[in-house]
């Protein structure tokens, strides 16, 4: 068969295969329910979503709702600040689950490297995972720093670490310790937020071989061997933003897009947590 959004994935640390493509809900609001349902009409099988985006209900409403097999879905979400702790990382991970109307979630992640509680509620994560509630555990916001810290403490290393990546900001220092250590990197905002689908190095990459903006950047992050998360309310853009598996970038747009690299940051920056 070949490669396409449902068929492509990275295999983590715990064994679990992630679909290298999901879809990111962050800020979806009232249409979480009909993206969802748009992406997995359109072969998508993974979701990312969180607790703080308070629509966890609405992803749980369109699992529930189509005729995907659980097994073939990965669902992800994540630990938010104010629940760290180890009695309160579990607390939240039955509210999580409860909201989603799931019995297990394939990802669960620390969203932020909240300090104090951290190591603490890794722990609770680490309960989690051996007793297969969650069947991998992560880290989301931890550079290399974080993850230093981390892998002193932690009986089982994170299988992933979801952090800002685009040819735009590459956290080299980041991503090389974590390819070291076995860790799947996530990108997260893949597509600048849509600050940089403009950038005239990116039309001349799209417009040579007839993909979009958002086509480059994304087959840039396949290439480099990310699993990326792209935010899309619109079935056009969800459909055009899975259609990465019929060209190839050559390593000359590689080079090319590396070059890119200016620390554009569009979120949150973890550089500044101690
Ligand atoms: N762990 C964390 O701390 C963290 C932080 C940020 C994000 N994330 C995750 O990563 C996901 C993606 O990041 P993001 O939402 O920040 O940004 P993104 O995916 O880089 O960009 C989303 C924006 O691009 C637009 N867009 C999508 N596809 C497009 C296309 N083909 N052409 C033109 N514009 C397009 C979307 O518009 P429409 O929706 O209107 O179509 C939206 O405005 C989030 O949803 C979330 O799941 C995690």
């Excluded at 409860?98 to 104090?116: Q, T």
């Excluded at 459909?239 to 590396?258: G, H, K, R, S, V």
Aim: net charge neutral; hydrophobic share 45%; proline share 5%.
């Amino acid at each position: 068969m070949s490669e396409d959004v449902k068929s492509t994935f990275v295999t983590l640390n715990s064994g679990a295969k992630i679909p290298q493509v999901g879809l990111g809900v962050w800020q979806s609001g009232g249409k979480t329910k009909s993206a969802v349902a748009a992406a997995l009409a359109a072969g998508y099988r993974h979701v990312d979503t969180a607790a703080v985006y308070g629509n966890e209900p609405q992803v749980g409403a369109a699992i529930a709702e189509s005729d995907v097999p659980r097994e073939q879905l990965f669902v992800t979400s994540k630990l938010w600040n104010k629940d760290h702790g180890y009695d309160a990382a579990l607390r939240a991970f039955d509210a999580t689950l409860a909201r989603l109307k799931l019995e297990y979630l394939d990802l669960f992640l620390i969203h932020w490297p909240v300090p104090g509680l951290r190591l603490e509620s890794w722990r609770a994560l680490e309960k989690l995972y051996a007793e297969k509630r969650a069947r991998s555990i992560g880290v989301s916001n931890f550079l290399a720093p974080h993850l230093r810290e981390l892998q002193g403490a932690a009986q089982v290393l994170p299988a992933a670490n979801q952090i800002e990546l685009s040819p735009f900001l590459q956290r080299r220092e980041t991503v090389a310790l974590c390819q070291q250590l076995g860790i799947a990197l996530e990108a997260y905002s893949p597509l600048t937020r849509g600050q940089r689908l403009g950038h005239t190095s990116i039309a001349a990459i799209a417009q040579r071989t007839g993909k979009s903006p958002a086509q480059v950047m994304l087959r840039w992050g396949l290439q480099r061997g990310f699993v990326i998360l792209p935010k899309s309310v619109t079935p056009a853009r969800i459909e055009e933003n899975a259609a990465l598996f019929d060209f190839t970038l050559t390593e000359a747009d590689i080079q090319a897009l590396d070059s890119l690299e200016e620390g554009l940051v569009t979120g949150w920056d973890p550089a500044t947590q101690d």
